[in-house]
């Protein structure tokens, strides 16, 4: 059983159009997290949801919006995509804030053409 | 300056040496330390975390703090070529936040 699963694996789309990346966590986690890993390998956090609320917003745009419909889900939505948009984006889950350690999911790699 | 720091490499060892991986940290008053590892094209994996000056090991890993120095490193013994990968410093300084670095590439050579 995978901990932490993400679909879709790939996405290529074209600039200005909208898409979803939706992660699930069967691990019984508190805390689930979006990172961005661009092309130099940088993780960068953009959003942590504890219990489904909102903890951490690093400084996104407003084009991407979290969604947690419960603890064990967390996705992610893109709005009017942009060529800087490229990169891996992966979902995380931790036990709780108190507790990085995370584990991740096999990561989105988005392209934006 | 960066929360993390660290040599991206690539570094270069031969199969049963030593790799040494090295991370700086600002914040001083970080609590967490982790080293992950990322095959390429896969996801990162923990392999290590210390909250305590000293060092912790685990296996072929050895994790070393030096919180006055704002230094953790990562040592790897008799080093294989699965060993090959990128590894991540990750720090958590406060609370809710955690900082990752640029990673430093390792290439164990057979």
């Known amino acids: 059983d995978t901990a932490v699963s993400q679909t879709p694996k790939y996405l290529v789309t074209q600039m200005g159009n909208d898409k979803s990346i939706k992660c699930e966590q069967n691990?019984?986690?508190?805390?689930m997290y979006w990172y961005k890993q661009d092309s130099k390998k940088f993780l960068k956090i953009m959003f942590s949801?504890?219990?489904?609320?909102?903890?951490i917003n690093e400084t996104v745009p407003n084009r991407f919006s979290p969604k947690s419909p419960d603890k064990a889900h967390l996705n992610l939505h893109i709005n009017s995509l942009e060529l800087g948009d490229s990169a891996v984006y992966f979902c995380?889950?931790?036990?709780?804030?108190?507790?990085?350690?995370?584990?991740f999911g096999s990561g989105t790699r988005l392209t934006v053409v | 300056q960066k929360e993390v720091e660290q040599n991206s490499g690539p570094l270069s060892v031969p199969e049963g040496a030593i790799a040494s991986l090295n991370c700086t940290y600002s914040?001083?008053?970080?609590?967490?330390f982790f080293w992950y590892r990322q095959y390429s094209g896969k996801s990162p994996e923990l392999i290590m975390f210390i909250y305590s000056n000293g060092d912790k090991e685990d296996g072929r890993f050895t994790a070393q703090l030096n919180k006055a120095s704002q230094y953790v490193s990562l040592l790897i013994r008799d080093s294989q070529p699965s060993d090959s990968a990128t590894y991540l410093c990750a720090v958590n300084p406060t609370g809710n936040q955690f900082y990752f670095g640029t990673g430093t590439s390792l290439t164990v050579i057979p």
């Open positions: 914040d001083r008053g970080s609590q967490s």
């Open positions: 691990l019984g986690h508190d805390t």
């Open positions: 995380a889950s931790s036990q709780d804030m108190g507790n990085p350690g995370y584990t």
């Open positions: 949801y504890n219990n489904k609320e909102l903890i």
